[in-house]
């Protein structure tokens, strides 16, 4: 087993594949770390839910398991936007991760384009005494599930869809989340980078 498995994600909101993943980190790490990112973003299109709800929702839908003591959850600021993948973000990110999880070699799990994590870390920290990367194609986990199709399904009314790919965290606050969405889209923030 890895020591440690790292999963990076906003979870906006929170769906069956961010918990798919979890899962598969729970059975190759004897410790997990999931760091919600952006928290200081919210009310954007891509970041419509705040920090607090999002990370009410994820512990709320691990708080019964039986491993729960194996799982960290951290929160993360952002200060990039999605197109800045670059070196000192990598840094950023690692130099985080490693302060709270305290040691510098971990298995960070991802489920987006490849390029994009490789983009973010240089060669020396990509390595076997560093970092190794897991790969799941978002393509083929739940048919490409992502929070985007969530919120499309807020803005459909369409709970069916809700209940079939989100925990009951989600699910029981459809209502306030659709609301959020609507509220956002009417008058979304402008996305920022601090750097």
Request: charged share 30%; net charge neutral.
């Amino acid at each position: 087993m890895n020591k440690y498995g790292v999963f990076l994600a906003r979870m906006q909101p929170l769906h069956n594949a961010h918990l798919w993943i979890i899962e598969q980190m729970l059975t190759e790490c004897d410790n997990v770390a999931i760091i919600l990112g952006s928290e200081n973003k919210r009310e954007m299109l891509r970041n419509p839910f705040d920090i607090e709800l999002r990370k009410t929702m994820l512990e709320e839908s691990l708080k019964n398991r039986k491993d729960i003591k194996r799982i960290e959850v951290y929160t993360l600021p952002d200060w990039s936007m999605e197109t800045d993948n670059s070196y000192e973000w990598g840094r950023y990110l690692y130099y985080n991760i490693v302060s709270r999880i305290e040691t510098k070699k971990f298995t960070i799990y991802y489920s987006d384009s490849p390029d994009i994590i490789y983009s973010w870390f240089e060669d020396y920290l990509l390595s076997e005494d560093r970092i190794t990367v897991k790969l799941y194609e978002r393509s083929k986990i739940f048919k490409g599930l992502s929070a985007t199709k969530i919120r499309q399904a807020f803005e459909m009314d369409n709970i069916e869809y809700i209940k079939k790919y989100c925990p009951d965290a989600v699910v029981k606050r459809f209502n306030l989340l659709k609301n959020i969405w609507f509220k956002v889209k009417e008058n979304p923030k402008e996305d920022f980078s601090m750097t």
